[in-house]
Each structure stands twice: as C-alpha cells, then as structure tokens.
C-alpha cells in the first residue's frame, strides 16, 4: 500500500483469534476478532527497521484483540457501514492442515472468507515450507484484471522484500522494484509520438519574433512581453552557463510566484540545466530531502526564499540582489549557444558521490547507474561558495518514477491464488 498510494500511515486490518488460555483454545465457538493494525512506513526506512516495526505493533495489538470490532467503532464514531476502520485485511492463517481419518489422508481448502470491504489478503503456511497467496476483493471496487495486477505486484514485492530481508537488511524498501525488467523496459521505452521538433526556448524565441509587443507573464502589477521575457530570459541564462551550468545540470529554484520564477525557469533551459523547482510550503524536511535526492548545482532564488531553506551548503544566487542584477543586465540579451550533449555511461555500480559533501536532514538514497560525466566550470562562481562546490559540480537526475493504475469496478467476487517455496536453510535478521 506504501508504495502503490503513497502513504506513510497505513492501517490494515488483522484478524486475531480472540483465545487465551486452553479453555478458550479447546472452545469449539465463533470468537475471532478483527483490529487494526497502524504501520508507519516510510521510503528510507531499511527492511530489518520496516521487520521489527511490525512485529512490535502486532504484539501491541494482540494485547487488545479482546476489544470489539463493534465497541471500537462506538468508541471511535465510527458506526456508519461506509465509514472504514482500515483498509486492505490481511489474514495469516497458521493452521494444521493435515486430516487424518485412519490411513486415509484429507487437504483442506478454504472455500470462502465471507464479504470483503476493500481486499482481503489470506495467507497460509504449508507443511513442506510452501506459502499460499489468496486474495478476495470487493466487486464494486476491483474488476478482474485489476485484481489480478494486484495479485501479480503482491507476489513480485514480497519475493523481493524477502529476499532483501535475507540478503541485505539494511538496505531501504524504497529501493525494491515495483516493476519487473519487461514492466520498466516498457516504461522507460519512450512515447510513440514522434519528438518535438522544437524546444521550449526555441519556440519561446519564435513566439517573440511574431509578437514581440504581446504581454506573455503577469504578476501581481508586473508584466512582461514576450519579447521581453525571452530577453531577460537569455540574459540570466548567459549569467548561469558563465557559472558552470552544463546540459544536466540540476539547478534548484527557490522563487515565489511571479514573473522571475518564469524568466528563470527559461533560463535554466536555455542554460542546458535542468529545473528543480522547490515547493517554499512544503516542510523543512521534505525540501532538504528533495535538495538531497537531485544535488543541483546551484539554488537561484531571492534573500526571504534562500532564507527560509534548511540549512545546506550549495551556492546560491540571489535574483534580487543588486550586484546580481547588474552582473545579469551586463549580459547579452541574445540566446547562448545551444549546450554539448552530455555523454552518458552505464555502470552496474553506484557513480562517484559529489565534488562536495550536501547538508541535509535526511540520509542520501541510492544514485541511479546512469549519471551525466562532469563537466569542468569555465570560470568561479560569483558568489560565496564552498570550496569544490558550484553549479558545475557533479549531479545525478532523480529517478523517474511510474505510478501504478488504479482499480476499476463492476466485477463479482472472485479470488486469485498462488504459492511458493521459501528456502529451508534461510534464516531471518533479528
């Protein structure tokens, strides 16, 4: 659910059995209840954290399972039918499955599981070491082939997640495919359509020869004409390739809304570099997350912007201050010279880090394997700047990211099922 919808907080339900001590064992009656279980889950948590994190919480909901379903929604008002308790159910169901009726041998299969909500995940151990995967979902919410996607990413992550847990506990959840190679081949392949036959700034370009005088940006009281925003835009961009912007390079802009955010916006295109614009709402943690995950070179922004970031070490250009702008009016008002591809290598190891440690307030997640080869700034950068950084420094692009579909409905009950072996020699972290 984590990584499908994007939640932190997922709440699942979990049936318990509701018996303590042997009388209540040895009670042939009805008493299984089911609560819900809160996992908080996050992308950089590791597979041994994400493990004990869950063990502790389930041992925390045993401790209540005698609290009813029923008492549980009065307690919390939540005693309407479309109001959910959790979501997805997920039904582990350790039992013997051996009958024995003298030398007559009999298999229990599971016919039913009643209504289902939302999903209803079943899980059943077998005796030779075998897991067997079933899955129920409500017909109003999920069509066939969508419970079947589910049913095909279930199996794939829990395969990988397990074999993470074994192989290397420590490294993040984050980092397991949600895809198979044949997924992210397809995903990645490109769009049919044929490629643009022109850029943004060439068509901003165009735009200004056909309608120079023709207001293109407004804000607040400021505007600007097209001829005039692709100037200014060609100025700054002369400023940022003077600094060491190359094609690639992520450049981070910290503006609040108005006509500089899209002067900069076309600058950094112009420039070759790639923008990273940065959310001023947004918590300190996620923006020094976001700074960490794309390293861009420099941040361009104004003083009350940059001021307002959590603490890092990049450079930074101030828009709104004064030797700046008169740095960035002394430019050429045409455009700089289109940027050299940069060359590209694929490497099955992680690429060398940056010229320069970068500050944050969350560890740095795993580099792709392709990275942009570094290319040396052409002169200082004009403003303070620690030693080795700059907006030439050595970056590499976030990952792209695919977000699953989502699940159709008007199909009727059904369910999918699978198994597989474990190995018998593995053994699981602590």
Not at 283 to 300: E, N
Not at 334 to 362: D, F, N, V
Request: glycine content about 8%; hydrophobic content about 40%.
């Amino acid at each position: 659910m984590h990584r499908t919808t994007g939640a932190q907080d997922v709440v699942l339900g979990l049936p318990l059995t509701n018996r303590s001590g042997r009388t209540a064992l040895r009670t042939p009656a009805m008493m299984v209840n089911v609560m819900p279980l809160r996992i908080a889950v996050r992308p950089r948590d590791t597979g041994a954290e994400l493990l004990r994190r869950v063990v502790l919480e389930v041992r925390a909901v045993r401790r209540h399972q005698r609290h009813r379903q029923e008492d549980l929604r009065r307690d919390l008002g939540l005693t309407a039918p479309e109001q959910p308790l959790f979501g997805p159910m997920i039904n582990i169901k350790p039992f013997e499955g051996d009958l024995g009726f003298g030398e007559s041998r009999g298999v229990v299969h599971n016919l039913a599981a009643g209504a289902v909500d939302d999903l209803a995940v079943g899980i059943t151990p077998g005796a030779d070491g075998s897991v067997r995967l079933s899955l129920d979902a409500n017909p109003a919410r999920y069509d066939a082939p969508s419970l079947a996607w589910h049913e095909h990413g279930l199996r794939r992550y829990l395969e990988a997640l397990a074999a993470l847990l074994l192989d290397d506990p420590q490294r993040p959840v984050g980092t397991i495919d949600l895809l198979d190679a044949d997924e992210i081949r397809r995903a990645t392949a490109g769009r049919t359509e044929p490629a643009a036959a022109r850029t943004l700034p060439e068509l901003l370009a165009e735009q200004a020869v056909r309608t120079p005088d023709a207001v293109a940006v407004r804000g607040g009281s400021a505007a600007l004409t097209f001829a005039e925003l692709d100037s200014a835009a060609n100025r700054l961009a002369h400023e940022l390739r003077a600094v060491g912007v190359r094609a690639g390079t992520p450049v981070a802009l910290a503006l609040p809304r108005g006509t500089d955010t899209v002067v900069a916006l076309f600058a950094v295109l112009k420039a070759g570099g790639v923008c990273q614009s940065l959310d001023l709402g947004h918590p300190a943690q996620r923006i020094a997350a976001v700074l960490d995950d794309t390293r861009p070179g420099c941040v361009v922004g104004t003083a009350d912007a940059v001021r307002s970031l959590p603490e890092h070490d990049l450079p930074v250009l101030l828009l709104d201050d004064p030797a700046t702008r008169a740095r960035v009016a002394a430019r050429p008002g045409t455009a700089p010279a289109a940027p050299a591809p940069t060359r590209r290598r694929t490497s099955s190891t992680p690429p060398a880090p940056p010229a320069a440690p970068r500050a944050s307030s969350s560890p740095t997640p795993p580099s792709p394997t392709s990275t942009p080869d570094t290319a040396p700034t052409t002169s200082p950068p004009p403003w303070p700047a620690p030693a080795g950084t700059g907006c030439g420094s050595p970056t590499a692009p976030p990952s792209p990211s695919t977000p699953p579909g989502t699940p159709s409905s008007g199909w009727s009950t059904a369910t999918s099922s699978t198994s597989w072996t474990t190995p018998p020699t593995a053994t699981r972290p602590r």
